[in-house]
């Protein structure tokens, strides 16, 4: 009983040495920020804070006296005894100091967590990040991973931040927790908004199109040597060389999918693992592609190097996160190991005289080169790829290897070609008659083969023009806390060109478009690309006119010929609503009051077509409970199994019947009505819609 008391009284003083860090002076120090030093530093780190367990909204106004309230630092390790004192809830608060040149300006505000967040900025909340709770079964978590928010301060120069912050999934299983994250808190920085914008949009378009393009790439490598393993299986080497290049196309795969996923731990955790395990065994299945061409049988150091591949994926499960940089040394041994033993077979290959070995010499040398480059950067800390001449050298180290082994493969199917060629020589003393028909059988394969390659090509082109159009689509809704908005689009199977967008001012004010583009497939999608390019620098102009002339010059510049869009935009600011369209059906406006459906009937030619064209402006007040609907052509022009139109005055009808209900409700009502209206027929252009509730 003694040596547990003792215990105790240890590990509450090692908690308050490590976590809470006895504060230096009786208040912390405020941070000092301006628009000169966020120039200069770049980021501002916000550490220490003041902390206290629990939960009470009063603790984010800027007058509470948080004097007796702890010091800490934000991120909360998990270690013993601090990690398993962490309760999962409590507030942080920080004052900060700005001089004149941050007044009634924004800055950029990053979090990085594995929780859920309320930033408050002197009592008013300004951000959210998941969903804060007192219990696990509420709570929603989040990971921000880092993108920068806006932070408007107001005219006075002392500021209060305060954060609400919960992770009761870390104290649910502190053991699971600790083995697979760092920290139970979160980490904060702010920095001049600008150049953290531009940065952090240039960072993941430059990393996600790398990751797609050569994913892509790899997995049609993999995909067509595996065709020709399948229908040819005495060529091993194309086996070999498909799970390689398939090896490479998961790793970059993962590498992408991990962008997208939120708040799924076990994602994270999962993710982690098999890009471990993909990229571990990248370098076998490049072993044995060589081995499968210059030895008749797998030598036994093969198989060491399988059982050490296995081994090792199984370690990265279960190595907790502290041990990561061992592991990490131990993946760069295995990668050097291996690389070198594929350096060791082409020298002998040289030296032996085998046949091509140079050809494949001139590809490993190069990936030796590269692979042991690129480990030593990441290593060092230093492995982002953010500039255009450092993907381009990635991307030509990445191929080399891949590229000498096709050569290599398309010579000896060249080789092959030429072997059955001279074999054609020996059947010319067949009868004229059976090799006539034997030309004949070989022309309607080869139509039959053409045709479907025409027919695959089309048909990767709609599905092409598809990702482009969804890829246009906004990933996340404004949250704003007057306004509640539901989004849907359905592609039809003949591709057309609908796209939605947002855009909020920095007044608040809520710019929404909805647009169709004319004709079908990549041309369509081409120009849902040009329109979104142009929305996004011009939705902040307050004049919509203006934007639209603007729109229909630039694509006018850019010689689309007959293409143009359709294109409704509406601007919401508190209470007032302007909206124009240019050739967009009707929108719709539900007023609670009158308890009946406004139809806005604004003609207007797509934009690009006339220069200068006398669009109308429409301006009129909205009231709590008012809804607005934007659609496309699709719903009101869709055709059912017996060639009759939905129309448009059904429309208005049904929308006046259901317009009480929420957004999500009301486009789950609207996706049913379509269903019924089509009875299993396909749809015969896109259909969308956007709903906006004013609260």
Same mark, same amino acid.
């Given at each position: ?166 992770? #009761? ?7 699971? *927790?600790? @083995?697979? %994250? $760092? /920290?139970?808190? !979160? ?126 994926? #199984? ?7 502290? *041990?990561? @940089?061992? %592991? $990490? /040394?131990?993946? !760069? ?363």
């Amino acid at each position: 009983m003694r040596f547990k008391k003792l215990y105790l009284i240890i590990s509450i003083f090692i908690f308050h040495l490590l976590f809470i860090s006895s504060t230096i002076a009786t208040s912390l120090k405020p941070v000092r920020l301006s628009a000169d030093s966020l120039k200069k530093h770049s980021t501002s780190l916000l550490l220490p804070w003041k902390y206290h367990w629990g939960d009470d909204f009063e603790w984010a106004k800027a007058g509470f006296d948080d004097e007796d309230w702890d010091t800490v630092r934000t991120a909360i390790p998990t270690i013993k005894p601090v990690f398993d004192l962490f309760e999962g809830m409590g507030w942080f608060r920080r004052t900060i100091i700005i001089d004149s040149s941050l007044m009634n300006k924004a800055v950029a505000f990053h979090m990085w967590h594995y929780g859920a967040s309320q930033i408050y900025l002197n009592g008013k909340l300004v951000h959210e990040f998941g969903k804060v709770a007192n219990n696990i079964s509420e709570e929603k978590i989040y990971q921000p991973r880092n993108i920068p928010i806006s932070l408007l301060f107001g005219k006075d120069s002392v500021n209060l931040l305060a954060v609400r912050y919960s992770n #009761f999934h870390a104290t649910k299983d502190k053991g699971w *927790y600790k @083995k697979w %994250f $760092n /920290y139970a808190g !979160f980490k904060v920085r702010i920095s001049e908004i600008n150049s953290s914008i531009l940065n952090s949009v240039h960072s993941e378009g430059i990393t996600l199109s790398v990751n797609i393009g050569i994913s892509a790439i790899f997995l049609a490598l993999a995909f067509l040597y595996f065709i020709l393993f399948f229908f040819y299986s005495m060529k091993k080497e194309n086996l070999y060389y498909s799970l390689f290049t398939l090896f490479i196309s998961l790793s970059f795969l993962l590498q992408m999918l991990t962008r997208f996923n939120h708040s799924n731990l076990e994602f994270f955790i999962i993710d982690d693992f098999l890009r471990s395990m993909v990229t571990i065994f990248i370098f076998p299945s490049y072993l044995a592609f060589l081995y499968s061409i210059f030895y008749k049988k797998f030598p036994k150091q093969f198989w060491l190097f399988i059982i050490t591949a296995i081994t090792m994926s #199984f370690i990265s499960y279960y190595l907790s996160r502290g *041990y990561e @940089k061992i %592991f $990490n /040394y131990l993946i !760069f041994g295995y990668v050097f190991i291996t690389t070198v033993e594929g350096l060791r077979i082409i020298i002998v290959a040289i030296k032996t005289k085998k046949e091509n070995a140079k050809i494949l010499g001139i590809g490993v040398t190069i990936f030796v080169i590269f692979v042991i480059t690129m480990f030593v950067i990441g290593l060092m800390g230093k492995g982002n790829i953010n500039s255009l001449w450092g993907v381009i050298l990635f991307f030509l180290g990445l191929i080399s290897l891949p590229t000498s082994m096709s050569v290599y493969l398309a010579r000896n199917i060249a080789v092959t070609n030429r072997e059955l060629e001279q074999q054609i020589v020996t059947v010319k003393e067949l009868s004229a008659k059976q090799i006539e028909q034997e030309r004949k059988n070989a022309e309607l394969k080869l139509q039959a083969e053409l045709a479907e390659a025409e027919n695959q090509r089309k048909t990767k082109e709609l599905e092409e023009a598809r990702e482009l159009q969804l890829s246009m689509l906004p990933k996340k809704l404004p949250k704003l806390p007057n306004l509640d908005i539901a989004v849907y689009m359905k592609t039809a199977t003949e591709v057309g060109g609908d796209y939605y967008d947002f855009h909020v001012n920095i007044d608040g004010t809520l710019t929404v478009v909805l647009g169709d583009a004319t004709g079908h497939g990549m041309k369509a999608g081409t120009m849902v690309t040009a329109t979104k390019s142009l929305f996004s620098s011009y939705a902040g102009q307050s004049d919509i006119l203006s934007i639209f002339h603007e729109m229909t010059r630039c694509l006018k510049d850019l010689n689309f010929h007959m293409l143009s869009m359709c294109l409704a935009m509406i601007k919401i600011k508190d209470n007032k609503i302007t909206l124009s369209s240019a050739g967009i059906p009707p929108i719709l406006i539900f007023r609670k009051n009158e308890n009946k459906v406004e139809e806005l009937i604004i003609k207007g030619m797509p934009l690009g077509t006339i220069d200068k064209f006398p669009y109308q402006i429409v301006e009129s007040q909205i009231n709590s409970g008012d809804t607005i609907l934007l659609m496309s052509d699709g719903f009101p022009e869709l055709m059912n199994g017996k060639n009759q139109m939905y129309g448009y005055h059904h429309v208005t009808e049904f929308f006046e019947q259901i317009a009480r209900n929420e957004p999500e409700e009301i486009i789950d009502k609207l996706i049913h009505e379509i269903d019924l209206w089509k009875n299993g027929s396909d749809p015969n252009d896109d259909v969308t819609f956007v709903v906006i509730k004013i609260k």
